[in-house]
């Protein structure tokens, strides 16, 4: 069984249109993210939450938009598609524990979601 | 703000050698974690492993072992007998100690490591 699975894991698309990425997660984690991959590799984060509450916004334009409907999903909407969004986009989850254990504050990552907008 | 280097962008090894990548970070805190992903042509992330900075023991999984020295901020990752799937990119990563996911990880540029048989 696939931990952190997302769909669809290759989204080809004109410029202008809307999409969705979907996240779901079955580590029972509380935490989800959004990461970006740039065509340099170079990986950033974009959003976070805890329980379905919003806890990291990085600097990312108002066009994405996380929804997290319970703490096992966590799906990206993008609006208005812009050829710079062309990147792979990795959802991930953790479960971020008080003191240490294996495995805990460990960030588990998706396959990845290969967007190109053309 | 925490930040994370790799200064070998690309790194190669013989089938069988042993092979050690760079990271060094630079931080404030006393306590954190430190990663290395791997993340070969498909692009999936995969850890590879963990250290937990409170730990003076370096961590080890297998063929793949780590050498943390905390007090120079280096961690670097060393890989024996190297096999034609250890080809891949290579990230090392920072996260501070955290509750409810209000700390990101850190990544390094990445490392690309060609493993010639």
């Known amino acids: 069984d696939t931990a952190v699975s997302q769909t669809p894991k290759y989204l080809v698309t004109q410029m202008g249109n809307d999409k969705s990425i979907k996240c779901e997660q079955n580590?029972?984690?509380?935490?989800m993210y959004w990461y970006k991959q740039d065509s340099k590799k170079f990986l950033k984060i974009m959003f976070s939450?805890?329980?379905?509450?919003?806890?990291i916004n990085e600097t990312v334009p108002n066009r994405f938009s996380p929804k997290s409907p319970d703490k096992a999903h966590l799906n990206l909407h993008i609006n208005s598609l812009e050829l710079g969004d062309s990147a792979v986009y990795f959802c991930a989850s953790s479960q971020d524990l008080s003191g240490t254990g294996f495995g805990g504050n460990t960030i588990y990552f998706g396959e990845g979601s290969w967007l190109t907008v053309v | 703000a925490q930040t994370v280097t790799q200064s070998q962008p690309e790194m190669s090894v013989q089938e069988a050698e042993t092979v050690t990548l760079s990271c060094t970070y630079d931080?404030?805190?006393?306590?954190?974690?430190l990663f290395w992903y791997k993340q070969p042509p498909s692009r999936q992330m995969i850890l590879v492993i963990r250290q937990e900075a409170y730990k003076q023991q370096n961590a080890t999984e297998n063929r793949f072992s780590v050498n943390f020295q905390k007090a120079a901020k280096s961690f670097s990752l060393k890989i024996s007998d190297s096999q034609l799937g250890d080809a891949a990119m290579y990230f090392c990563a920072y996260r501070s100690v955290t509750q409810g996911g209000s700390e990101k990880l850190v990544f390094g540029k990445g490392t690309k490591l060609t493993v010639n048989p």
């Open positions: 580590l029972g984690h509380d935490t």
């Open positions: 939450y805890n329980n379905k509450e919003l806890i």
């Open positions: 931080t404030s805190e006393s306590d954190y974690y």
